[in-house]
């Protein structure tokens, strides 16, 4: 079984200030990790993606995520947040589960910029 | 390309009431996945479709059932609603069976009275 958990269910931070939103991960077998970002009242978009190669990967708007694989993490990170930043962030691991790649997500953070 | 399209957007059903839900995906992709997303709950894993086949389910009640046509478009299925069933429900789309990168809907907006 795999799952995973994000640790924050609210983050706010000032605006241009740095922020780290927490996600850790538990699988039995490899996993491609991603965050997602939803805006109100609109679906997920995608952040970024860890398929494989460099453990370091940026995405869109600023952020990049550090996969550990030893602490079993994918935190992502934003050195200076916006006010448009403001929205909820899932974390989502992909494994092969019962021969079929299955998606799990976190329950969610809530980033809060405040001005 | 147009993106993953859902209808409707926002829906009120009373108790006992059932309801469809459509997804069109991206042109070509051929994997359609359902979420149920509510406060507290985060997104939960409803099924999953691949060629019109079900490749995965959640656990949901068989009360919740799903289709996926020939040209990838998809449908679910709620019958004998439920207040707790209320929830922003998303589809996601992807290319194939690898599920690397899922495309997401704006959802639709179940409300149960």
């Known amino acids: 079984a795999q799952s995973v958990t994000q640790l924050d269910s609210q983050v706010p931070v000032f605006e241009e200030a740095p922020v780290e939103l927490r996600c850790n991960y538990s699988?039995?077998?490899?996993?491609?990790l991603f965050w997602y970002v939803q805006y109100p009242n609109q679906g997920l978009q995608l952040l970024l993606k860890y398929l494989s190669g460099s453990t370091l990967v940026k995405g869109i708007n600023g952020f990049e995520a550090e996969f550990n694989k030893s602490q079993t993490s994918f935190h992502l990170r934003k050195p200076s947040v916006h006010i448009s930043d403001t929205a909820e962030y899932f974390c989502?691991?992909?494994?092969?589960?019962?021969?079929?790649?299955?998606?799990?997500f976190g329950i969610g953070t809530k980033l809060q910029v405040i001005p | 390309k147009a993106g993953v399209t859902q209808t409707p957007r926002y829906l009120i059903k009373t108790r006992g009431q059932q309801v469809t839900l459509s997804c069109s995906p991206i042109?070509?992709?051929?994997?359609v996945s359902w979420y149920q997303q509510t406060p507290g709950q985060g997104l939960q894993f409803l099924f999953e479709y691949f060629s019109e086949t079900q490749r995965n389910k959640g656990n949901f009640p068989g009360r919740f059932s799903g289709r996926q046509f020939s040209n990838s478009r998809s449908e679910m299925n709620v019958s004998t609603l439920e207040l707790g069933d209320s929830a922003l429900y998303l589809c996601?789309?992807?290319?194939?069976?690898?599920?690397?990168?899922?495309?997401f809907g704006p959802g639709t907006r179940l409300t149960v009275l």
């Open positions: 042109s070509g992709h051929r994997s």
């Open positions: 996601a789309s992807s290319l194939d069976a690898s599920n690397n990168e899922q495309f």
């Open positions: 699988s039995s077998v490899s996993v491609y």
């Open positions: 989502a691991v992909s494994g092969r589960t019962g021969g079929y790649q299955k998606v799990t």
